[in-house]
């Protein structure tokens, strides 16, 4: 079975560019997240989708960062302009639709190394 | 709110030596709780994890109990191995709501031959 599959895996960009990073989870997974990842910490929710509609974006900065899952299959996460402090491993995992076991394990890809200069 | 306090490395243990990471939890509910281990150069590995009380999540020669009572879910093995070096990370899920992992803030483990 395929896992989470993230492009790039490493950007550099000088501060307020844009970037955008690309997720397709694993086959057959209604449910993707994508995680922030700060040097030295662990990894925090930015935004969580079930098919192609949004659970939970509290946490996900909206006048610079947006997430779309369209088809309810890859989703595409957006940073418009980059700060510094955007720096960071980006992190897409996905995971099957609640109630079928293991409904709450979550299955993460490589991520995404962004430089923000 | 949900949070994860975490043991904070680094770690540094010799090859076949015991291994505890203390991780507790504050959580509203019964959240289920879980190990995940990052390897250099990789992403995110489920360890283990434990869905409820008392229960015990296992895989290759890592343990860890869910106790409520103290609400923790300390990772213990019995002798490390070089291979085990990595960043292990505990996290918790809420029942209740969105299925959101929680995660600490990681422990860096070094295993000296």
């Known amino acids: 079975e395929a896992g989470v599959a993230q492009s790039p895996r490493y950007k550099i960009i000088e501060k307020r560019q844009s970037v955008a990073f690309w997720c397709n989870p694993i086959?057959?997974?209604?449910?993707l997240y994508w995680y922030q990842q700060i040097l030295g910490q662990g990894p925090k929710l930015l935004i969580q989708?079930?098919?192609?509609?949004?659970?939970?974006d509290s946490q996900l900065p909206k006048d610079r960062f947006s997430a779309e899952r369209l088809k309810g299959v890859d989703s595409t996460l957006k940073i418009q302009p980059a700060k510094l402090e955007d720096s960071a491993v980006y992190l897409c995992?996905?995971?099957?639709?609640?109630?079928?076991?293991?409904?709450?394990?979550?299955?993460f890809g490589p991520g995404t190394r962004l430089t923000v200069t | 709110g949900n949070s994860v306090t975490q043991m904070e490395g680094p770690v540094t243990l010799s090859e076949e030596a015991f291994l505890t990471i203390n991780c507790t939890y504050t959580?509203?509910?019964?959240?289920?709780l879980f190990w995940y281990v990052q390897y250099p150069g990789e992403g995110l590995q489920l360890l283990l994890k434990?869905?409820?009380?008392?229960d015990k999540g296992s895989n290759k020669g890592f343990e860890a109990t869910y106790r409520k009572e103290t609400t923790s879910f300390h990772l213990e093995k019995g002798s490390v191995q070089v291979s085990d070096s990595a960043v292990y990370f505990c996290?918790?899920?809420?029942?209740?709501?969105?299925?959101?992992?929680?995660f600490g803030t990681g422990t860096r483990l070094t295993v000296i031959p």
């Open positions: 434990a869905t409820k009380a008392d």
């Open positions: 959580a509203t509910g019964y959240p289920s």
């Open positions: 086959s057959g997974h209604a449910t």
């Open positions: 995992a996905s995971s099957s639709i609640p109630g079928r076991a293991p409904a709450y394990e979550q299955y």
């Open positions: 989708f079930q098919n192609n509609g949004v659970v939970d």
């Open positions: 996290a918790l899920a809420s029942q209740t709501g969105a299925n959101n992992l929680f």
